[in-house]
């Protein structure tokens, strides 16, 4: 497949959730059930292998298979984005080439994670992985994972690479946000991307892109019309859908560790006949009392009700 640095990212690209029915083996028929109702929440691509996703902790197969699955009920009906973040270049390079062979648009990337690195390092390192990418692809700046934040200047330097379309924001600074917004106007069709959705419609409002949040796997249509109503600057229409955003990012707070959030979302997902919430290691789903909390939220939202009326057969093992 050619390289096509011309790819736009833009609007609602959730970090979709990996279906699972043992830690090492991806639930198809879930998979292709939440591929389906994001693309009929109105989404604008699909993010897989990234944080929401699980994607550093899966094995081989289960990539693999993901990555299969994804292109194959898409269709190309939206850009599919895969994660190739790992320690090793050559793990990274793999997951590329596999990714290319299945028709994915574009990939993700954060700096290398384990060492920290300096900012000549990241770019260094970008350099050298972007001449051997067959696709374009985002960086990806997660610094609560990777312990490396890439500063603006840094990201400044990157735009030398042709392949580079896009940059992902979970940094969760506005200020940094906005630097990179002007970053990206020197080089058209840059897409900034914000990571933290509850920052999405000021992202938007500022002149971002659209953003990649994690509460889409559970409400898709929610963030696509907050996007469009921050793109018209409909502030009437915006308020009641910030607080509806609100009420759900409570789904990410019944736990007490930094895996709620995935959890949060898995258990919603669950209760809502979507998939199951097996998780890989070395993380557990949520016991009964969150998920009675979630369970809850849910029906304050209106989705449990729903996922009632048309309940979905959930896949066994």
Do not use: W
């Not at 929440?41 to 990539?63: N, Y």
């Not at 984005?81 to 574009?106: M, T």
């Not at 959030?261 to 809502?272: E, S, T």
Request: hydrophobic share 45%; proline share 7%; glycine share 10%.
């Amino acid at each position: 497949m050619p390289l096509d640095s011309t790819l736009r990212l833009r609007g609602i690209i959730p970090p979709m959730v990996t279906p699972l029915l043992t830690p090492s083996r991806l639930d198809e028929e879930a998979t292709r059930r939440q591929l389906r109702r994001l693309l009929a929440g109105g989404v604008h691509g699909v993010f897989i292998l990234g944080t929401t996703g699980e994607g550093p902790s899966l094995g081989h197969a289960v990539q693999r298979r993901l990555i299969e699955v994804t292109c194959d009920e898409v269709r190309g009906a939206v850009p599919v984005l895969a994660g190739i973040s790992a320690a090793a270049f050559d793990e990274s390079l793999r997951l590329a080439r596999l990714a290319a062979d299945c028709g994915v648009a574009a990939l993700t990337v954060t700096p290398p994670f384990y060492y920290p690195l300096g900012q000549d390092e990241i770019v260094e390192y970008f350099e050298h992985l972007a001449r051997q990418l067959p696709l374009p692809f985002v960086v990806y700046d997660i610094p609560a994972m990777t312990k490396t934040h890439m500063e603006a200047a840094t990201v400044r330097r990157l735009l030398a690479l042709p392949a580079l379309i896009g940059i992902k924001d979970s940094s969760g600074q506005m200020i940094y946000h906005h630097e990179l917004l002007r970053v990206a106007r020197e080089r058209e069709g840059l897409a900034v991307l914000i990571g933290p959705e509850e920052l999405l419609a000021e992202a938007v409002l500022a002149g971002g892109h659209g953003g990649v949040p994690g509460g889409a796997n559970i409400d898709p249509a929610l963030y696509v019309q907050l996007y469009e109503a921050a793109r018209r600057r409909d502030f009437a229409a915006l308020e009641p859908l910030r607080d509806r955003l609100f009420l759900l990012r409570g789904i990410y707070q019944r736990g007490r560790f930094g895996s709620s959030m995935i959890k949060g979302v898995k258990c919603a997902l669950k209760l809502m006949g979507v998939c199951g919430d097996v998780m890989t290691e070395p993380f557990q789903p949520f016991g009964p009392r969150q998920t009675a909390e979630i369970a809850a939220l849910l029906r304050d939202l209106g989705l449990l009700a729903a996922a009632a009326a048309t309940p979905q057969p959930l896949s066994v093992a």
